[in-house]
């Protein structure tokens, strides 16, 4: 930490800027960082329901608008949440000054409405800390080589936070939600659940991927690469109060436990090809041509065959590609002269997550015999190091995450 | 004309695309401009209550926002109508691209909330009319050289048209308004006023100083210095049968009439320094002084004095300058050892503006005796080739212009 710059990047929610007492709020709050010796570089998003809006406007023009255009028109969210934040900060003496995406360099590859940061341009924010400003950014957006606008997709003001911490070698990324935290599982599934001191990138990057919300995958990939320390804050908790959720290397004061959460994810589907002639090189074609239309597989099962030369193949896909799937698969089965294709929406992903895992045995056996034990059928399972995720009922899916945090996080 | 290039620039108006119905059918127009032939580039403004909204966040955060913090705000409401507009025309099947005054390098001082258009890139709008593009450009917003984001203060989007119109050697400037045209004088005090049809820069210059707000003067200025023909139009009528208002060089086909319009303009005061020495060089400085506030004066006289040596002085000012005007000249008072200030609210300027004045003497005392024969008090006077212009009493405003207008227009 200590060959950090004395920078800190904060990053406040739509939720945290929606009224003009929040704003003011949240421009004490910046205020009191900045009076406590630290540059500070400010990411905000749009206020309140101004998105939602927006996308409706656009919703009454076109049911289908035009990508570059949508860009467009969401980037004056943020716009209009660092202007208002900025305004905020003056209003109580302190000098402050905003930017778009545009103005301070977030240059973006051209994938409207789901871009990716390629570079920041650091010199004008430098420039305006040394002139003693605050520096108010607008989270979500950037700037194509074109000169487009565009937008970073889901979480996307995480994203230009974390980033801007990396650019800027801030010394910690301070993420202000409402929920406070990273909990051991979904409080309004298991009121026990308990807030997650400290969270190795790792274990995070697993949490995020099997369900949890509170910060992208994508995140916290930029974080763990380039090393940034992610407090996770709530926005309604004076400061000295607010311990959250810190995301980490994994050092040796990270507690040992075997397992950090447990995740719900209810965002899959399962589709299996049947009756598919079990040659080389069917699965190669299967998921190459899904990753072509960037339909993202996440657990992947060939069953044993019922009949000789014939495989099953079952997958999982997120809930809105279904009908690209569908129909890409409906090709395949096609050209392979496949039997069927079989849908499942009621299937859900629980996953128990922890770097505890990899030294302790018998964590899998567990879950699966508690599962089994509590009349749970297992569809699926897939492992990492650090992660078993099983598919089952979607019925079955909150019994199932209260009985496993009972047994490992209680 | 002929000289001119294809392009046509058409503006349109806030409340012309206040919902998702007035955008499509303003989609529908600029397209019939195209299909016919011309390559299209369309200023658009806030969507309706936009601004006024964004102002109203602004004052909850700050009885007075931090003016370039304020542009900052304010410019999203643009971006947002040309987000809009330009999926309106690709839903109806069409190639539209918008920009901002950012990306299409509209240049402009640094003034916050009041800037002037420096300059113009015109390369990439060129490069997208080549691609067949219609291109939709935020109007009211700049960027200032050090890439501050601006607004050109009140009527700003109509300058965006003009100065685009002026660079781009547009064959015409197309502004659709609510009115839909010029008239003789406001309608909403005399229905017989008449839709003028066509009217040389210089009497529109003189109507719009005069009050007659179609159209404010720097637009004018613009579009005569650079000789673009500005024809205002109604948003609500059908391309065919509308219509409007030609403002062009006054050529011979502009019917000679000799009084174009009448006009009342209740937004000024008078302000009298009295008892002020007689001393040369006093006028001088007392409007230098005005003019460095950025306080601009409108009529002048100074009163023939009643005793030897000491002078009245009397001015109109724009009535919101009343605060600083005051200050200023409480000061000026007490340095010339002036007697006092009086300030009057209750007056109002009635103007009479045509070319045909030039060659017709006698108009001048014509308005004079009418007034004075309707008991209607002349408090001053100012005249220019083609205006002349009273201060009278307010309350006799709106009978003034009824007279006038029935004598010289009707």
Same mark, same amino acid.
């Given at each position: 930490m200590s060959k950090r710059s004395n920078i800190v990047v904060q990053k406040y929610g739509g939720t945290s800027v929606d009224d003009a007492e929040k704003i003011k709020r949240v421009a004490s709050q910046i205020i009191e960082k900045k009076k406590s010796g630290k540059s500070v570089v400010v990411v905000v998003s749009a206020p309140g329901d101004t998105t939602d809006n927006l996308i409706s406007m656009a919703a009454g023009i !076109? #049911?289908? #608008?035009e990508i570059r255009e949508m860009d467009m028109l969401l980037a004056t969210g943020e716009q209009q949440g660092i202007a208002l934040v900025a305004m905020a900060i003056h209003e109580q003496g302190y000098k402050a000054i905003s930017f778009t995406g545009h103005q301070v360099g977030i240059i973006t590859d051209s994938v409207h409405s789901r871009a990716r940061i390629k !570079?920041?341009?650091?010199k004008k924010i430098k420039k305006e800390l040394t002139q003693d400003n605050i520096v108010i950014v607008a989270g979500f957006q950037g700037i194509s080589p074109e000169e487009n606008i565009t937008t970073l997709g889901r979480g996307g003001s995480d994203l230009s936070a974390v980033a801007l911490a990396a650019v800027l070698d801030a010394h910690v990324c301070e993420i202000y939600t409402n929920v406070g935290g990273v909990y051991s599982t979904n409080p309004s599934i298991v009121p026990g659940a308990v807030k997650i001191e400290k969270i190795s990138y790792d274990e995070m990057l697993e949490l995020a991927s099997a369900g949890?919300?509170?910060?992208?995958s994508r995140s916290v990939e930029i974080a763990k690469k380039n090393n940034v320390r992610i407090d996770i804050k709530s926005s309604y908790i004076d400061e000295q109060k607010n311990s959250g959720t810190i995301i980490m290397k994994e050092i040796k004061d990270l507690e040992q436990v075997e397992v950090r959460g447990v995740t719900l994810d209810k965002n899959q589907i399962r589709m299996s090809i049947v009756g598919v002639p079990d040659r080389p090189g069917i699965a190669a074609k299967i998921f190459g041509e899904l990753a072509e239309e960037n339909i993202n597989v996440d657990m992947i099962i060939q069953s044993s065959a019922h009949e000789t030369g014939i495989n099953d193949i079952s997958f999982t896909v997120n809930r809105e590609m279904l009908k690209r799937a569908v129909e890409i698969c409906g090709r395949i089965k096609d050209e392979l002269k496949a039997r069927d294709i079989i849908t499942d929406k009621d299937v859900a992903k629980i996953s128990i997550i922890g770097v505890g895992m990899r030294s302790h045995a018998g964590v899998a056996a567990g879950m699966f015999k508690l599962l089994s034990d509590n009349n749970i059928n297992i569809e699926m399972i897939s492992t990492s190091e650090i992660k078993i995720s099983c598919v089952i009922n979607s019925k079955k899916g909150k019994a199932a995450v209260k009985i496993l945090h009972k047994e490992f996080c209680e």
């Amino acid at each position: 930490m200590s060959k950090r710059s004395n920078i800190v990047v904060q990053k406040y929610g739509g939720t945290s800027v929606d009224d003009a007492e929040k704003i003011k709020r949240v421009a004490s709050q910046i205020i009191e960082k900045k009076k406590s010796g630290k540059s500070v570089v400010v990411v905000v998003s749009a206020p309140g329901d101004t998105t939602d809006n927006l996308i409706s406007m656009a919703a009454g023009i !076109s #049911p289908d #608008p035009e990508i570059r255009e949508m860009d467009m028109l969401l980037a004056t969210g943020e716009q209009q949440g660092i202007a208002l934040v900025a305004m905020a900060i003056h209003e109580q003496g302190y000098k402050a000054i905003s930017f778009t995406g545009h103005q301070v360099g977030i240059i973006t590859d051209s994938v409207h409405s789901r871009a990716r940061i390629k !570079s920041i341009n650091t010199k004008k924010i430098k420039k305006e800390l040394t002139q003693d400003n605050i520096v108010i950014v607008a989270g979500f957006q950037g700037i194509s080589p074109e000169e487009n606008i565009t937008t970073l997709g889901r979480g996307g003001s995480d994203l230009s936070a974390v980033a801007l911490a990396a650019v800027l070698d801030a010394h910690v990324c301070e993420i202000y939600t409402n929920v406070g935290g990273v909990y051991s599982t979904n409080p309004s599934i298991v009121p026990g659940a308990v807030k997650i001191e400290k969270i190795s990138y790792d274990e995070m990057l697993e949490l995020a991927s099997a369900g949890a919300k509170v910060l992208q995958s994508r995140s916290v990939e930029i974080a763990k690469k380039n090393n940034v320390r992610i407090d996770i804050k709530s926005s309604y908790i004076d400061e000295q109060k607010n311990s959250g959720t810190i995301i980490m290397k994994e050092i040796k004061d990270l507690e040992q436990v075997e397992v950090r959460g447990v995740t719900l994810d209810k965002n899959q589907i399962r589709m299996s090809i049947v009756g598919v002639p079990d040659r080389p090189g069917i699965a190669a074609k299967i998921f190459g041509e899904l990753a072509e239309e960037n339909i993202n597989v996440d657990m992947i099962i060939q069953s044993s065959a019922h009949e000789t030369g014939i495989n099953d193949i079952s997958f999982t896909v997120n809930r809105e590609m279904l009908k690209r799937a569908v129909e890409i698969c409906g090709r395949i089965k096609d050209e392979l002269k496949a039997r069927d294709i079989i849908t499942d929406k009621d299937v859900a992903k629980i996953s128990i997550i922890g770097v505890g895992m990899r030294s302790h045995a018998g964590v899998a056996a567990g879950m699966f015999k508690l599962l089994s034990d509590n009349n749970i059928n297992i569809e699926m399972i897939s492992t990492s190091e650090i992660k078993i995720s099983c598919v089952i009922n979607s019925k079955k899916g909150k019994a199932a995450v209260k009985i496993l945090h009972k047994e490992f996080c209680e």
